[in-house]
């Protein structure tokens, strides 16, 4: 029987022994610092707009890591915000450092990961980043969280995407923007002409808007739709003069590494010369990934492998030198990666093995299906092997996906006559050589380009 095994049946007796006899949770016992919450009169935190003064503090073995501190805080998250564990936005009136590893910042976020059974997701996505040196990744830590007095669960205390030295770091000059479905909520928007797509400022923000930055990111974003969808690509590579290749091929790398089928989409420059260009932001946002999301109802693993190729990287795909730049970054991390993250998952199933349990008495919903998350798994332990399993399978099919794209392929056009084999089609379908339709293949190294 595993360790993870064991833990759970002790903390399963320890849990009915407290159900029975004492109606309490034990979240003192988890090994996890607490968070305690105390609003100002009790007020319930109602709303994602409006902040409430509250006193906060860090505990950990009963001893305060982080002194009584005045605090702001509202509800955040979009579709999790109608779960009934909330996500929070956190602000101290000065900055603070709450954990060693973190950032000295006022804004932080506890997220709930309601609906991520494992409760890992979050921490794993982050975990990817940091092994793939991404510029930047947000620190975060499990916590326990009482709030006016009532426990409501285990949480991530982590650090949030903003303007900072320690965080996204860009000059005065730079900006941070976000592809926002929820663009209506935000005092400021612009849609792109090409697609008409929305994007809210992250730095300046709202409240300090400065309008030449702001008018620099939607001029910027507009020249770069321009060059990137021009009839000519992929041979006409244009776009690349405004996009730093290895962010956004790394970026897609790391989405589809989680088989991420939907995310926050972050994008930032460091100033508004042309010495810069534009780079992808953390991944944010991890509850639907690893198998898990829409049409995934009959089972888990689930069997359906593919490449989620949205936004801008459905145009950036069927280019093959970029997806030549993420097959190179797969070569460079995936097995430091792969590695990594079945340690990691070992790591965490032992850090949370008491927490998880206290976690799913206060919200018992291991056997109700939430969200797209339809085939409940009955037990935390399922549903951590099952997320790891996925992703063992995924990275062997991912390996297999970007094997035609690893051949050191050059920008040369070759007549498909001279290959007496097979090629490649952008989405790795083997293909023969005759009666081909329009388009891009590659083989052996080269770009075939059928017109």
């Not at 002790?10 to 009915?16: G, L, N």
Request: aromatic share 16%.
């Amino acid at each position: 029987m595993t360790k993870l095994a064991n833990n759970l049946i002790i903390v399963y007796v320890c849990m009915f022994t407290i159900n029975v006899f004492s109606q309490e949770y034990d979240y003192k016992l988890t090994g996890l610092p607490v968070c305690y919450i105390e609003t100002e009169n009790n007020n319930a935190i109602e709303t994602k707009t409006e902040y409430i003064s509250a006193i906060f503090c860090i505990k950990e073995n009963d001893d305060e890591i982080l002194k009584s501190s005045p605090i702001s805080i509202r509800l955040r998250g979009n579709a999790t915000i109608g779960a009934p564990k909330k996500s929070y936005k956190v602000k101290f009136k000065s900055k603070t450092r709450p954990f060693p590893s973190m950032s000295k910042d006022k804004s932080f976020c506890l997220l709930a990961n309601y609906s991520d059974k494992s409760l890992m997701r979050t921490a794993i996505g982050f975990k990817i980043g940091e092994l793939l040196e991404y510029d930047w990744v947000p620190k975060s830590r499990f916590v326990e969280v009482v709030l006016n007095g009532e426990y409501i669960g285990n949480y991530q205390f982590t650090e949030n995407v903003k303007r900072s030295s320690e965080r996204v770091n860009i000059s005065n000059t730079g900006f941070i923007i976000e592809f926002d479905f929820d663009y209506l909520s935000s005092v400021h928007y612009f849609s792109t002409l090409t697609n008409d797509w929305k994007f809210t400022p992250k730095y300046p923000e709202d409240d300090e808007m400065i309008d030449s930055i702001f008018n620099y990111a939607e001029q910027y974003m507009n020249d770069f739709e321009e060059a990137l969808y021009k009839p000519e690509f992929p041979i006409d590579r244009s776009y690349t003069s405004y996009i730093d290749e290895t962010s956004f091929a790394k970026w897609y790398y790391w989405k589809n590494l989680l088989q991420m089928d939907e995310c926050n989409r972050y994008f930032y420059k460091y100033d508004n010369t042309d010495n810069t260009k534009l780079k992808m932001g953390t991944l944010w946002d991890f509850e639907w990934c690893l198998g898990v999301g829409p049409g995934v109802k009959d089972e888990r693993p689930s069997n359906n492998h593919y490449l989620e190729s949205k936004l801008y990287f459905n145009r950036l795909y069927n280019d093959p030198l970029f997806m030549a730049k993420v097959a190179e970054i797969h070569q460079q991390y995936g097995d430091k990666i792969y590695y990594g993250v079945l340690d990691f998952y070992d790591e965490l199933s032992d850090s949370l093995s008491l927490s998880q349990a206290v976690n799913f008495q206060r919200w018992p919903i291991l056997d109700i299906p939430i969200g797209w998350a339809y085939v409940p798994l009955g037990s935390w332990e399922n549903e951590v092997v099952c997320d790891k399993q996925f992703f063992i399978n995924h990275y062997h099919w991912l390996n297999e996906t970007l094997l035609p794209y690893s051949t050191g392929i050059t920008e040369k056009e070759s007549d498909t006559n001279q290959i007496s084999d097979f090629l490649y089609s952008l989405d790795g379908r083997k293909v023969g050589t005759h009666s081909l339709s329009k388009g891009v293949y590659i083989s052996h190294g080269r770009k075939y380009v059928v017109k």
